[in-house]
């Protein structure tokens, strides 16, 4: 018996079918095994697509929006990947290359509210009880420092560093310009006189 | 609803904190009751034992660096996952209107006048709130840099928005340090 689950953002709409993988002891709700799924994106197109292509787009788009989270835009999707996505001129592009021979890639350009409509519904996808796919979902950490560095304009970044070096330096210039002391005129201790007697 | 994971207990940063306080502002702005809204999320979801009344939530929101009366107190990780949690739902609800303000397809002329309205609704929360010395204020009322900043601020709400943005806006807002 197949079963079919749809999840539905304003412009974007996922439909996921399958079967429950009985022989793993899910029941008869469960999709378990997924035979394919069709995408309408943006009112653009409409994907068809299996799991391979499913799981794709997750390990493209969730990262991309992680990454937009947190204001450092970067390109995800390996060239031989069949989805890639990356920050455009205006919005996101979003490539679908196909496993047919001699088919050209398709970019769909999505904007803010299509693309965290799609987030959306490949979030509903990933955290739904009633299909049972390990989808490797990369884990969502904190970025390191060396992936924020450029979120701050250079100047800014360099200016405390800069402004350190260069009052050192100023410094170290006045104090070379001081005369150094001489050193005092020596005399020669006196000794006291014996005591005497004892 | 899903608890968080137990393993993660990393506190927020002082930008983390301001951050999520800023996007609850921007939330309010957005929203006339969002800060009932907020104290009923707070209720709705079992929060009570964190937060037991609006006074203490309004405490919690407090500890933003930002603010005019701002709480040195530092806040634990599950008082800051609570109010992840709050926003991501407020964020949901909300989502239609996030989605507008985000969107190209809609007519510019009228959707420049909801983003004039959202910012003079938000400027007049961040006056009357925060602390107009400190950078991060002067910024965000910044003729030149406030626009792009609150687009900012609502472009994460709909991106963290609903269940699956909690981990996500979590990690953000754990971020290093720059």
Redesign the interface.
Same mark, same amino acid.
């Given at each position: 018996m197949k079963l079919t689950t749809r999840y539905e953002q304003t412009s974007c709409r996922l439909i996921v079918e399958g079967l429950p993988d009985l022989s793993a002891g899910q029941d008869a709700s469960t999709i378990g095994i997924l035979t394919g799924f069709t995408m309408g994106l943006a009112g653009q197109t409409e994907l068809e697509g299996k799991r391979e292509h499913l799981q794709a787009l997750l390990s493209a788009v969730i990262p991309y929006a992680r990454h937009l989270l947190s204001g450092v835009p970067k390109a995800f999707g390996a060239a031989d990947a069949p989805v890639a996505i990356a920050p455009g001129e205006t919005g996101h592009q979003l490539e679908l290359r196909s496993s047919q021979p001699n088919t050209p890639p398709l970019t769909l350009r999505l904007d803010d509210a299509e693309l965290s409509d799609l987030v959306r519904c490949l979030d509903q996808l990933r955290l739904d009880s009633r299909l049972a796919l390990p989808f490797e979902a990369p884990p969502l950490l904190p970025l390191a420092r060396k992936e924020l560095r450029h979120r701050q304009p250079l100047l800014r970044r360099i200016a405390a560093p800069v402004a350190g070096v260069a009052a050192l330096a100023i410094s170290a210039a006045l104090i070379a310009m001081l005369p150094t002391p001489k050193p005092a005129a020596q005399t020669a201790p006196e000794l006291a006189p014996p005591a005497k007697g004892g | 609803m899903a608890e968080a994971p137990a393993s993660v207990q990393t506190p927020l940063s002082r930008r983390g904190i301001e951050r999520l306080d800023l996007m609850l502002l921007c939330a309010e702005a957005l929203d006339l009751n969002g800060g009932e809204a907020m104290v009923w999320l707070s209720e709705e979801m079992g929060f009570t034992d964190l937060f037991p009344n609006r006074v203490e939530l309004w405490k919690r929101r407090c500890s933003n660096p930002l603010r005019r009366n701002t709480r040195r107190a530092s806040l634990k990780p599950e008082e800051t996952d609570a109010l992840i949690r709050i926003l991501t739902a407020l964020s949901e609800r909300l989502?239609p209107m996030?989605?507008?303000l985000?969107? $190209?397809?809609e007519p510019a002329e009228l959707n420049a006048q909801r983003w004039d309205l959202f910012r003079s609704r938000l400027r007049e929360l961040v006056l009357e709130r925060l602390n107009p010395r400190r950078g991060g204020v002067q910024r965000l009322l910044d003729p030149e840099q406030g626009p792009a900043l609150s687009r900012?601020l609502v472009?994460?709400m !709909?991106?963290?928005?609903?269940?699956?943005?909690f981990?996500? &806006?979590?990690? $953000?807002l &754990?971020?290093? !340090?720059?």
């Open positions: - | 989502y996030l989605r507008t985000l969107s $190209s397809a900012e472009q994460a !709909a991106l963290c928005a609903g269940e699956g943005g981990e996500r &806006l979590r990690a $953000s &754990l971020d290093a !340090a720059v």
